[in-house]
């Protein structure tokens, strides 16, 4: 009966614990008794695993990577460098979590997911597909987030929020309530898209523009015209309210096809959205 114990620094002492045997016979890093590995899973000779976790199938954690609470990592996913996954957390699939990224509460991450440096997937989170998050994201509530997505920086998705496709969001942007991004929409900057709203194409929207409708699109103009919460994006450029009231007389390319459209001519348009 094992009888060799271990300080796993989670508040709780030495608990009854054993070094893991990896599939190559080398000693592995510490096992909890209360924890379950398999013996086909390696661990490396710095990584943890206590609590009640569940590391199986091929799965790897090596480093100084940890595992703890209730939390289950499995298939061939990876846990690695100073990487936590813990509480009730799920990694599976082929997804690798890095650097000091932070995997928690209900959250999933499955597929060929990729998090790494500070991020933190919480809540009831599924990031799947070949999601790529790095930086000091944030990811909370019950988003879904998958297919080719890139989140960095310091953005965050939350709420009931949708993220698929190639979306890529980045800077301080938040995503929430129930908002639907698909497509090759990029958002960036201190945006926020939220509500209800459903944006695909290839939408940018960045600075301090607000989205929480889906954008009213103006035809028969000699560029492409969409109007949304606070700002106005003509062509590939945007603009705020604020700044379309002071600009002087200009004009707007159109990439596609070199049309000009003077200001005026779009002014009177906008001029009873401009005035709210």
């Known amino acids: 009966m094992n009888k060799l114990k271990h300080d796993f620094k989670n508040g709780k002492g030495p608990v009854f614990a054993h070094r893991h045997i990896n599939y190559d016979r080398k000693e592995g890093g510490w096992v909890a008794d209360s924890a379950s590995v398999a013996q086909a899973v390696f661990i490396g000779c710095y990584a943890k695993v206590y609590g009640e976790a569940q590391v199986y199938g091929e799965a790897q954690v090596y480093g100084y990577a940890r595992v703890s609470g209730k939390a289950c990592v499995y298939n061939e996913a990876q846990i690695a460098d100073n990487a936590l996954v813990h509480e009730d957390a799920r990694v599976f699939g082929e997804a690798m979590v890095s650097g000091h990224a932070r995997i928690s509460g209900g959250a999933h991450l499955y597929g060929d997911a990729n998090v790494y440096e500070d991020v933190e997937v919480s809540g009831e989170a599924q990031v799947f597909g070949n999601a790529h998050i790095v930086g000091c994201v944030r990811i909370f509530g019950k988003p879904r987030i998958s297919g080719d997505v890139c989140i960095l920086g310091g953005a965050r998705v939350s709420g ?16 929430f309530g129930n908002a639907q991004v698909s497509g090759k929409v990029h ?25 929480s409708k889906s954008p009213l699109q103006v035809l028969g103009l000699g560029c492409s015209v969409a109007i949304f919460d606070n700002f106005v994006q003509i062509g590939s450029e945007q603009y705020l309210y604020s700044e379309l009231k002071s600009l002087a007389e200009r004009k707007f390319d159109k990439a596609d096809s070199g049309v000009l459209v003077e200001y005026p001519v779009l002014l009177p348009f906008l001029s009873s959205i401009l005035d709210k």
């Open 160 to 175: 009931d929020a949708q993220v698929s496709g190639n979306v890529h969001i980045s800077g301080e942007a938040h995503v």
């Open 187 to 211: 958002i960036s900057g201190r945006a926020q898209v939220f509500d209800s709203v459903k944006l695909s194409g290839n939408l940018r929207v960045s600075g301090d523009a607000n989205v």
